[in-house]
Structure formats: C-alpha cells, structure tokens
C-alpha cells in the first residue's frame, strides 16, 4: 500500500542509479559524507586510483606522518641491506659498538637518500657503491612522488559545505506558490570557508519503500524546489521545496515518513572560486532528522558600523512553532 | 515607498544568494575586487584553503620574501637544536669566538636543508645525525612544497579584466530596440593581458532597497543586456543595458538612485585561451559611480600601415553631452 | 538491399566523423578500448603529445622499468664520456684493474647525477668539472621531468569501466513503452573503481552497412534508450534501448545483424569524484557479441545485517530464455 | 552600396567582440593561428602571465637552450660575486693561474647551485658561506620553477588541427538542402595527432565590409552549416555551408569577395581525449584562399587486408572542375 500520490514516470527510479534497492532494514543509501552506503564484492583488491585518493584527502596530521614512517621504514631497510651484505663497503664510520655500528649505516643510508650526501660517510666498493646509486635514485623518485602528492592536495577543490542538522517542515506562503502550497520542506547551507562559491545549484531526491503487492520497491522522485540556483553563495542559502498539491509529500506525517523509510538525498553543484572549479557536495536526511512545524532563525546581524554579517554557529537553529 | 516597476518575481532576490540583506547604511554589497562586503562569524579560525589560496594570489615580491623569511627562519630553528643539544657533534668548524661558532652550526644546517652537504662540515654522534635527517627530509619537503605552490601560482587561471571606472547613461537608439529605448546603461571592459578570452558572457544585477511598509528589504534583479555574450574579446566590449519600458530604471534619476542605495553588482564569465579554462570576474559600481547623459569615447585608432588598434588607457574617458 | 527501416536523416552519418567508411570485411571501426581503429598516414613521425599520452598511460611496472633503464643509460653514457676523455679528472678513485676504474667511474656519475656527491670521488680540472656540472644541471631536470610525470600519472582522470560481455536482446515492458516495445537491446556496466561516477550518461551508435545501388555504405545512427543519464552510478547501469516500431532493429535476427556487418559503438561520459572533472569512456559491440533471448542476471545480494551490495563478478551473467 | 542580402539583426557584429573595426587596407582580422591581428597600446610593459605563456608555448629547443643559458648566467653570476667579495672563501681551490682560479669558482658555484656539493670545494668564512647559502636556495627555487613549467609544457591541452589550405566551392547536393543548395562552401579539417578529439564543433564566421552611406563599416555573419558538430574526429572532417537562399553568399563571385575585403575565420571546439579536457582552435581564410568549382579529393584508401585509412597528406588536394 502506497501513501504517496502517483509518481510521474520521469521522475521514477532509473535516473540515479540506485536500481531497485530495497532497503527496508532502515540503513541509509546516501551517507551524510555523500558517499553510497552500499556493499561492493568482487572489486579489484589493489588499486592505485583508491590509494592516491586517500593520501591527497587524508587529513595533514596523517599524512605526514605517514611521510615520516615512509622515511623511517625505507631508511631502516636500505640500512639493513648495507650491514647485511656489505658493512665493510661504508667507510669513514666511527663506532664503539655494534648498535653504534648500525646507527652509522643507518645516517649514510638517510644522507644517501636525501641526497645531502656530506662524505665523511662515504660508499666504497661494487655492492655498496650500486647499493648507494639506487638509493639516492629512490630518494629523488620519492620525493617526486610526495611534491605531486602535495600539490594534489592542496589543488584539489572541494566544497566544505556546512549543512543544517534538520531538514524542517515551516509554514510557508510565496507570491508564486500562495494558493497552492502552505506548508515547505527546507534545510539550509553556507560555505565553511571564506573561499567564494558561485553558479551554485541544489537537488533534493525524495527516497522511499513502496509497496508493491507486498513487495517492497524503493522509489526515487526529484522534489520541485522555489529556487534551485543562486548565483553567489555569500550568506546562508535556504532551499526550499514548497509542498503544494504536486508535492509527494502532501499529506505525509511525521510517523509515516517513518514507515515508508524515507530519506532525503541533497546535492549540490557550485563553481569553486579560487579553484575555478566545478565542485560536487552531497548529503543525505533521514526520516528521523525531519522538524514538523519549525522555523529557522536568522543568522543575520548588524555590526555597530551597521555592516551586513552571518553568524554560521546559528545554521541549524530553529524555533518550535505551536500551531 | 517603492521608486520601481513592479519587480517579475523570477527576478527577485533568492537568486544571488544575498538573502534578504538590508544594507541602508550605504555600503556596498559586492567589492570591486569581487568579493562580498559580509562579516563572517562562527567560522573556522584555521583553514588551509585559505592559507593556500593567499600562498597562490599573493604577488611576487611578498611571496619571495616570504621564501627567504621561512628558509632563514628554519635555518636558525635548526642551528638553535644543533647549538643547545650537540654543539660538539658538528665537525669541521673552525671559529674563533662563540658568534663564529653559531654561525658555523646555521651554515651546517643551510648546508643540510638544502642538502647540499659540501661536507667540510659533517655530523657526527647519534643526536647530530639524527637531527640532520630530519632537518635533510624537512628541506626536501619544503622545496617539494615551493614546487607546487609555484606550480599553482602560475597556472591558476585568472582573468584581469579592466572596467570602465564609471557606468554612464547614454542616448540610445538600435534597430531592436527603437520605439522602446531611447537610452541605455553601459559600461565598458577589456582585457589587460595579451592572452584571448573567448566565449565571454556578462551580466548586470541591480540592487536596491525597497520600502515595505516603513521596511527597507534589499532587491536584486538582472538586467536585460542588448547583446549578454560575445565569442572573443579581442578589443573593448561596451556592456549595454537599454533603458526601455520594462527597464526597472526606466525613470530614475541620479538623486533616485541614491536614495535607494543603487548598486550595479557586474559578473563576467569567459574562458581563458592560455589556460583553457573557466574563468569568473566579478566588480560592482555604486550610484555615486553613474554618470547621466554622456558617451564612452572610441578607443580605436589606426596605425600608418592601415592597422586597426585599441588604446587600453582612454577605456573609462567619456564625453558629457548637452541635452 | 536495406534491411532497415527508413533512417531519418538528423541521425545519418556526417554527425560521428566517421565520414562514408565502408568496413565490409568485417573489421571493428572503434575498437573495444574506445580508440579508432584506422590507419593513418602522413602523420608526423615524431609527436611528444603522443610520447607524453604513453608515459602517463602505460602501466607503473613498465614506467618504473623505463626510470630505471633511462637512469642506467644515462649513467652508463657519463661514465663513457669520462672514461673516454677526461679519465684523470675524477680524484680519490680506488681500482685494482680496469673494471674496476670503470665502475669507479659510473659510480661518479651516479653520484653527481642524483646530486648525492659524497667527495670521496670529486671532479678536478675544467673538462671533468664542467662534465659533472652539466650532468647535474641534466639529473635535476630529469627528476623535474619525472615529478611532472608522476603528478600526471596521478592527475589523469580516467573512468574504470566494466562493461557486460554481451549485448542482449530480453523481452521487455515498460510503462511508457508498453504497446510499441517488448523487446529490448541491452547492456550493462559498472565502475570498477570505489571512486564515484555521477551524472553519467550513455549512448549507443548503430552502425552498419547499406547495400546502395549494389554499392556498400556505413550507415550510423544513434538508438534511442529507455534512460540516458543517471545521476549516479552507486550500483550497476542497465543500458536499455526499447526495441519499438521507430527502431532500426525492429525486426532484424542475428542473421541479418552479421549480413549487414552491425557494430553497437557505445559511449559514457560521466564526472568523476575523486578529479572532480568530466571523463570519457568508450567501448563497441560487434554483432557476434550479441545475445538473443536473454536476461541479465541481478547483481544484487543482501548481507546478514540487512544491508544492500552488489557483486561486479556476475556483471555479464544471463540467463537464457526459452520462448 | 552591399552586394550582400538584409542580415538577420541576431547575426551581427556585436556578438563576436571585435566592434566596428574597419580593416579596409586588407589586413586579416584573425591571424592563422588563430590570434587576433590588432594592436594594443597602453598594455602593462611586464606581465607574468604572458611569461609564462610563452614559457610553455615555445618549442622544446628554445626552451632546452634557455634552461643551460639560465643555468649558466646564473653560475657566471654566482661565481663573479664569490670572486669579486671572497676569492679566499672557497677552500681546496687547485689553480696555476688567474683564469683557472676563477674556473675553480665557478665549479664551486655550480656545485653549490645544484646541491651536488663534493666537498673537495667547500666555502669557509662568514660571506662565502652565507652566499653559497643562498645560491643553494636559488638553485633549489630554480628547479622547483623548471618542475612547474615542464608540467605546464606537458599537461597544457592544444588542438593541433590540420587545416586544408583552401576553402573551396563546390557543386552540392543534400536531401535536406536539395531545392534550396546547389553549391556549398567547404573547407577540411582532420587531428594532426594520434590522440582523440570528440564532441568536435566548427563555426564559420563570415566578415566583410559593408558600404554604408559611403564610410566602410565591418560585419561579421556566422555561416549556417550542415553539419556543426560530431561526435568524433577519427577521419577527416569536411565543414560545409551549404550556400541555399538565405546564405550572404548567394550569388556572390570571387571579385566580390576580393572587394568587399571578405574574410573568413573558422572555430573549432573539442574535447581531447589525453587530457580531457576542452580544447579551442580558430583560424581564418582570407577572400584569396577560395577556390571556386572545386571538389575536395578523397583522403581514404583501403590496405591490403581490407582495413580503412585516410591519408593526411592529401588533405589540401583538391580538383577543379570545369562547369
């Protein structure tokens, strides 16, 4: 049993690529991150596309660290390598001991591999000679590797998009929509950085279980929206789906958002300015994060100099309405 | 008390992302540098976009100085470390006095961070040569980090655009427009470099306020352009706004547009031909930037061979005309 | 003779750039990695595009292959430039025979080229020294050279598709296509890689020979699909043309498609996440990829939990269909 | 007085940013390779944008050849300073006379730019160390920017089209222009690389002057064309106008063309397949590139197996055909 009006064909599931899921134990199919909370077998187990992607959006905490163990690691092994097969080959090493020993291998092989190569350690000899060649040849590849990997990182546009905690159901009244819609879904967003994003543009994909002689079948309808592009995020946008005759969500409550598992998946489109870049956010609201009969505060605020300001800690204020 | 035509409402203010600002004190909305005049409260103090984007922008000079200040002050971080931990591990010096010495150690470590390593001076002794490796791979990281962020000084598409300094009101009159316009807002661009721009588009936002009942609510709306896109600017474009009946400016005065606190907000897209890319400038004239009843003067001249060319310095001269 | 149905015009040939190819010995015109598969002549010999294209393309044990030979080479042609002319000028050597000297030699050349120069082995007299000073000015632009191919190997951004193995022809129904179509063509894909496609959108090219006059003519013509894009390719993509009466293959058999030399030319085009930038994916079915009476099997499974996954190991598994 | 039929108002100058440039002493108004052909005055002298343009857009011996005078100007520099304020600053020095001392300077300063630092040539004292600590960061900055610019080199996407030489007019027939087009305007194109140009867009623009009460006014008409775009440039690609009644071309002879100083500048868009990215193109045909009652010859052959191919030597051919 269906509660929602007849979806229109256009709007139906084969648009987004999420088939026939059907999802009714209640897990999201869009995490809040955007990324598709779905299992995938039978992937390739190595995959150099994955491991870059992780090490330019890793945060910079780990990622240097991991620069360091990197170093350490490959350090430690050329070391081995040279106390192993030729510790004779190493000349110029001053050591009481055999730790002290190592350690001297040890700085030959990081003075080989950053190339800083001072000479009072000094490689003699076929094995350690080649040994030392390959080294400093490692070093200079790796530290490639880590300049690419650093201008990937910070090349890499990415919107941070702050989004509002609840999406909420106000009352609403609009010139274009008055006789036809006075309730609306909304949820707000602003830019976290300072950086400017433009030709920004937003979607709101309506998800839910439908029952089809028993069976369950998810269903995906795009909700119509009073604005779904602006020209300059500079402040706080609130989109807005005014749920007017047409809306899907017309005479749905509270608890049977529940009961047919909606979710509601968002995503935005904008223009990075710095990058000049197209740049994608998605995120998601579940049923349980739906405000019936609320209204978002203003996050305006005058200056004493009578300058326009935004407060972003108030993006997912809202005010309970009695109705 | 509202000076305008009834506004079409596909015009209005949610468009821009401006929100329903209210800006009565007279600043401006837009910069002229194209960012937005808005205060931002609750945002995150640290932010390496940020950081990034003014390593990017920022212009040569400070960004050189800026190189030299960070190599020095790493330099003398190090020699500090080398001096209060392991005076005694360096070898090779030779100095006569306490400041000789301290020098001696800062050139070890200029020596090591740029891992030229000449050698008469060399590490010795755990901690020394500990200390080296780390300074050795933080300099390799630095200049990896130089490399990109040279990288993407030089490769960040940007389109500098000159404007016209003010916005004038001129008579009019086109073959399109004849019975309905006799004048027109225009301003004019060009481009300051050599490189092409193709593909250019424009587009005019006026802002305004608006007296609702004893209210004032800030508006916004496009302007319609005699021509919105053109394919190469390969001399000046005079961007034209002719004043006809469904003009919203249709019956302003200079005075009008003050009291209102008129602002023209301007964005011009194109694509860069060096960089083959996207590029977005923005700029904003306020009603004290508007002449009435004047001419843009022609910035073409031709040379003795017959060639036609532009004189960038007379693009914002115009002629006040007697009516 | 035709056996096809009248080709409306907008769809014929000069819109694909194959231009009036006729193929009819039976060879693919785009082969199934989405290159051409033409002759060309005349082309230039030498093309560093071309160079570039295979070394960011080719796969990383042949590119770290290629680092490690070019290193030896140009090692090795050093070494013979100072063995051959200036063998006096390297200092501070250790052989017993001429190998050895040799070795000696290229170990030099290795240390100068990686900037590594311990000092053991140190230029002395003009020709040795300016020798070394050039081969360091050429090792440091070797390793900017493989900086710059590093970023881009990484940088590319290249869509991972898995495509079915098979075409296949199923019955079919579909709402809006209940009374013309009960049959479809059919192809399925999926990303191969964890990183997301969105907004990815498909198109199949029908392409083949038209008897005229006795005379062969490639004929293409783009078939109309079900769903031509997809906002986001979470799972698989079922590419579905409805066999209608509008479609050129209403009535054909695999008989006829092999007679007429029929080649299905497939495109994607999509956005990838991770680069943030449009990528392009090509592929091609010949008519003996085609599968008639068949239905695709489903890729989907639910795990103990609950939760949706799908297995990209079944992606060109179908069942065949008794009729 | 207009030989040419009433444009179309939509068609006319303004959309194509070059104004009412009259160019009536018969300078091309766009430069084969696509530039604009006009002068600029008041340009700012330095501009690093165009810099680095022309860093990347030169060939790769000019810019071979820059990168050793750069290096060795830079060592000359280097090494005068060390000569000039502490000859006695660099250690280890073996010289007979003058000449050879201040090559062993120079060597010096080689070592120290590279960071090959042997050690043999060490610097000793506060100025001479302090200047080789310097000339290490210049060194290391200089090839962080030679990185850069190689990977600007490499990664800059450019359409290398071939162009036929002529542009010529041909007896037509086309369905769809069939009682409208019996000659056609045509010019081909085909890629001069191995890579893949898809969704490939032309644009003839046709410019002319224009007698207008006596004073020469310039317009500019874009050509309609039977075919705008295709999907893919594998072959050759001949652009056609079918010259139907509504084409300014009409009835116009080679000595109106002459006279009316007639140009045509072609566009071309496409997406490159290696980079993928958008690419652009422009070049122009001047009144005396236009050959009338010609035909272009066929660039296809067929090899031994049976396998397609076009030949781009014969591009420009074409045959003139006696009416």
Redesign the interface.
């Known amino acids: 049993m269906s509660l929602l009006p007849k979806i229109k ?1 256009k709007n139906d599931a ?6 026939n ?5 209640g ?1 999201r ?1 869009l995490n809040t991150d955007g ?10 187990k190595f ?4 491991i ?2 992780s090490l330019v959006s890793m945060n ?1 905490w780990r990622f240097n660290l991991l ?2 163990v990197f ?1 350490s690691v490959l ?1 430690l092994f050329f070391a081995s390598l040279y106390y192993i097969f030729t510790p004779e080959g190493i ?1 110029g090493m ?1 050591y009481t001991n055999e730790f ?1 020993r190592f ?2 291998i040890f ?1 030959f092989s ?3 591999l ?11 000899g ?1 094995l350690c ?2 040994l ?2 390959i080294e ?2 490692i ?3 790796g ?10 990182r ?4 990415t919107a ?1 998009l702050l989004y509002s905690k609840n999406i909420i159901v106000s009352p609403y009244s609009h ?2 929509f008055l006789e036809k819609a006075d309730r609306a879904l909304m949820f707000r967003i602003t830019n ?5 994003l ?1 030709e ?1 543009e937003a ?1 709101i ?1 309506f998800s839910y279980n439908e029952d089809l002689n028993g069976k369950l079948v998810r269903r995906f309808q795009i909700l119509n929206l ?2 779904s ?9 609130t989109i807005v789906h005014p749920i007017d005759e047409n809306s899907p969500l017309r005479n749905l409550t509270y608890e049977e958002l529940s009961k047919i598992d909606t979710e509601f998946m968002v ?1 935005i489109k904008a ?1 990075d ?8 956010n998605r995120s998601s609201y579940k049923w349980n994060d739906v405000v019936f009969d609320a209204k978002f505060e203003s996050t ?2 005058t ?1 004493a ?10 993006l997912s204020n809202y005010i309970q309405i009695n109705q």
Chains 1, 2, 3, 4 share one sequence.
Request: avoid cysteine.
């Open positions: 064909r084969p648009e987004f690529g999420f088939g899921v059907t999802n009714n134990s897990f199919i990324s598709a909370n779905i299992i995938r077998k039978g992937e390739p995959n150099l596309i994955n870059y992607h910079w620069i360091i170093y350090n000349r001053e002290e350690m001297e700085y990081a003075q080989s950053t190339t800083v190569g001072y000479g009072r350690l000094y490689p003699s076929h000679s080649a030392a060649s400093a040849l070093g200079l590849m530290f490639a590797l880590a300049t690419g990997l650093l201008y990937g910070f090349s890499r546009p941070k010139p274009r976290e950085r300072t950086n400017q433009i920004v979607q994909l009073e604005t592009k602006i020209s300059f995020l500079a402040m706080t946008w995503s223009i300015d710095t990058y000049v870049q197209q740049v994608y305006l605020f200056d100099s009578g300058k326009t300001g935004i407060d972003l800690t108030k």
